[in-house]
């Protein structure tokens, strides 16, 4: 898998089957980018792809030469204040106040492999021969400040990451205004913007528009990713569909305030940009000071927009999220939060535990409430020790208790977060993020601990550790609910402030770090009031998070189906929850909330001892199923068909790698009347096998059949008044795959 440099040309090729990345050092001694998409032979020479030519009033490089502009080329690295008059990637500002800057190329190193990012979650390699990284220096001679380039192109995906880190070796202090990671510049602006938005109970919804002249963009200035924008942009062609068509997928690992934008100028040149938002952000580098920015990762696919997913799965899922857990099939769990909430004591908990355990139920969480004298919101956030009045026994009793019925054992905490009703306030008031002499908005009747102070970290590290040392603790929701306002840092100095948002990234990385290394087979799961920090950073130290509050089946479908865009269904915890649903109050049958959570952790979040005969045995049978195929599930290949923001169906499968085995899952929001004969086209099976269908009378059907034709659905609404389908709303259906 060659990192290709050419000498006379000056020009870099990074290439492997299915990918071209290409770009030249210019008369300026700076890289310009010239092609990036399908795999192109390798040549000696490229230039004839550096486009050049004479726009008024553009500032010029070289006197005399009108043809080279910065404002026109398309370009590496794009820096403010040196003619490039577009939004830029990097600001960097100098002792005098001047911006202008002249990276030039410097040397470049090509090592096998992937080097990690100084305290922060990015891709990795296992193996030999899994990646190439090109490291190119850019030096600044005035300033003596050089600048790393990397790029990792993986071999046997069209994958490539890119990040960027800065090195003050002058003498003087610089301040960075703007350091994202990444800035990609294509040649026209015929594409559609992808991205992932909503609220909370409604994280991760599609929205698509056609790029325009101007800037368009998603961003969060929260403190963490957020509910509103997932950090993650895509661009396809007007043309491109879920199978077939070009689009270009970029994600950034980075779990805190970010910018993604689109910028099109008067000539259709697209800038494409991600990384840390630059609002609230500046950075100040001493002498022998470097910053690194967070990795973007970038997608090409030709393939339609499942290709570009089913990449960003395998990667996120195997070379992102790490650990114990990484390549193992999740615990079926029950949470007792919707259950409960705070009002239970240690009998109504063992309570729901043994009707669990009896249902083969294989993990019991104990959500918000067992900690300090926590019974509302109010209070106690920080005092991470058991309530004795609702547990005598504490966390280590009753966690022996649950073990004993056969179940495993975890637990809420929610570390982050302070409440002013605490002993950790009455004694470290000062370690709250908020300005002394102001009023400190509380949010959810909660204040943001200070994770850029070493003491606050180290208390976590050691209050956290003292529980999950001393009971038998396997699971760990990870809780964070509520954003972040008068951020500031008692007893820093006002340089400082500009920095305090990453640096609560880095100290929250740092705690992840601690934890996951002392404690590697505990399974950590990432929550924010739901879905308000789901994204590759978090994805790093916790392989599954909560993707949502909202536990509704049919909400569930479009939330599923959105963060399937980005992320693999191992990362998504999804629930069965009880009737009417807590967030939207709807009814839904049993067998359709199970038919939705299959298709990802699968886990329970009510009152199991509250249901009936029949629906306990119900739930024994899902859990059964789950069991049998939540290998095919969580890392089969996974496939979108139908979309609930298109129509009132939706519809997905996962095939095994080997193609011999597949669930479909089907879904009809509402029930049509005397309407035709639907089928629905399956994916990814082999034309030449034929495959058993268990849901439809154990028929048989060779793979092109089922691609090409599809399952006759015979939805009891289509004239046929004999079919056996469930009649009305809500309905779901599960079709099995097997070669026979």
């Known amino acids: 898998m060659p990192i290709v440099y050419h000498d006379r040309s000056r020009q870099f090729h990074l290439y492997n089957e299915q990918i071209s990345y290409i770009f030249v050092l210019m008369p300026n001694h700076q890289p310009g980018h010239l092609y990036y998409g399908p ?83 990015s891709t990795y390699v296992d193996e030999q021969g899994e990646a190439d990284t090109l490291l190119l220096y850019l030096r600044d001679a005035v300033l003596d400040c050089e600048i790393e380039l990397q790029y990792t192109i993986f071999r046997d995906q069209p994958a490539l990451t890119r990040s960027m880190k800065i090195i003050n070796q002058g003498q003087q202090h610089v301040k960075l205004d703007c350091a994202l990671s990444l800035s990609l510049d294509l040649p026209d602006a015929n594409y559609e913007m992808i991205e ?14 056609p790029l325009h002249r101007g800037v368009q963009g998603i961003y969060s200035l929260r403190g963490h990713s957020s509910h509103f924008y997932n950090p993650f942009i895509g661009l396809k062609r007007r043309e491109t569909t879920e199978f077939a068509g070009e689009v270009i997928g970029i994600s950034l690992v ?19 940009m991600i990384g840390i938002h630059p609002q609230y952000f500046q950075w100040n580098l001493a002498p022998g000071d470097s910053f690194q920015t967070p990795e973007a990762v970038m997608i090409y696919a030709q393939e339609g927009l499942n290709q570009m997913s089913q990449v960003f799965h395998e990667l996120y899922r195997t070379r992102l999220a790490k650990g114990y857990w990484r390549d193992r099939a999740r615990p079926i769990l029950i949470n007792n939060w919707e259950a409960t909430y705070m009002n239970f004591d240690e009998e ?58 056969g179940l495993q054992f975890g637990l809420w905490f929610e570390p982050e977060m302070i409440s002013k009703d605490s002993e950790l306030y009455r004694s470290h008031s000062d370690w709250l993020l908020a300005v002394p002499y102001r009023a400190a908005s509380p949010g959810r009747n909660q204040y943001v601990l200070d994770l850029t102070k070493a003491e606050v970290i180290n208390y976590l590290d050691a209050a956290l550790s003292r529980i999950l040392s001393g009971a038998a603790i396997s699971y760990v929701k990870w809780d964070m609910n509520r954003s972040m306002s008068e951020v500031f840092s008692t007893g820093q100095n006002s340089e400082f402030q500009g920095r305090v948002y990453h640096q609560y990234m880095l100290g929250l990385y740092d705690l992840l770090d601690r934890l996951t290394s002392k404690f590697p087979k505990v399974l950590l799961e990432s929550c924010a009031s739901g879905g308000g920090r789901f994204d590759p950073g978090m994805l790093h130290y916790c392989p599954q998070g909560w993707i949502s509050d909202d536990t ?30 807590h967030q939207t109050h709807r009814c839904t049958p049993l067998t359709t909330r199970g038919n939705v959570a299959y298709f990802g952790t699968f886990g329970y979040e009510l009152d199991l001892s509250l ?50 085995r597949a669930i479909v899952g089907y879904y009809r929001t509402l029930a049509p009347v005397n309407v035709g004969y639907p089928r629905l086209k399956l ?9 058993c269908i268990k849901e439809a009378g154990e028929r048989n059907y060779y793979g092109d059949e ?24 809500y309905l779901s259906r599960l079709f099995i795959l097997e070669v026979e």
Not at 257 to 272: H, K, M, W
Not at 552 to 581: C, F, W
Not at 709 to 726: E, P, R
Request: glycine letters at 10%.
């Open 706 to 729: 089922l691609m090409q034709i599809g399952i006759l659905l015979n939805d009891s609404t289509s004239g046929d008044y004999t079919s056996k389908v469930q009649r009305g709303d």
């Open 254 to 272: 980075y779990s805190g305030n970010f910018l993604g934008q689109v910028e099109v100028d008067a000539y259709d040149v697209a800038r494409v």
């Open 683 to 691: 994916a990814g099976l082999a034309a030449d096998l034929k495959y």
């Open 552 to 581: 509704d089946a049919v909400e569930r479908l479009k939330i599923q189906y959105g963060t399937s865009l980005v992320y693999p269904l191992s990362s998504m915890g999804s629930h069965v929850s009880a009737v009417p649903n």
């Open 39 to 121: 795999k192109l032979r390798d040549r000696e020479d490229f230039t004839h792809l550096l486009e050049l030519g004479f726009r008024d009033m553009s500032p010029c490089v070289f006197e005399g030469n009108a043809r080279f502009s910065l404002e026109q080329v398309k370009q590496e690295l794009s820096v403010y204040g040196s003619g490039d008059l577009r939004h830029c990637a990097l600001d960097l500002v100098q002792e005098d106040g001047s911006h202008t800057t002249a990276f030039e190329y410097a040397r470049h190193v090509v090592i096998s492999g992937k080097p990690s990012l100084q305290g922060l979650p």
């Open 196 to 209: 992932l938005t909503g609220a909370w109970g409604r994280e991760r919804h599609i929205e698509t528009q």
């Open 348 to 405: 109504k908990i063992v309570e729901i535990a043994r009707s669990a355990a009896d249902l083969g139920v294989e993990l019991f969480v104990l959500d918000d409430g067992w900690f300090g004298k926590r019974n509302t919101d109010t209070t106690s956030l920080g005092d991470w020790y058991p309530n004795p009045d609702k547990l005598p026994d504490g966390i280590t009793g009753l966690a022996r208790k649950i073990t004993e019925l």
């Open 611 to 660: 249901l009936t005969k029949e629906e306990k045995a119900e739930v024994r049978g899902q859990i059964t199923f789950m069991k049998e195929h939540r290998e095919l599930i969580q890392h089969g290949v996974f496939y979108r068909l139908a979309s609930p923001f298109a129509g009132n169906i939706t519809a997905w499968m996962v095939v095994s790698p080997d193609r011999r």
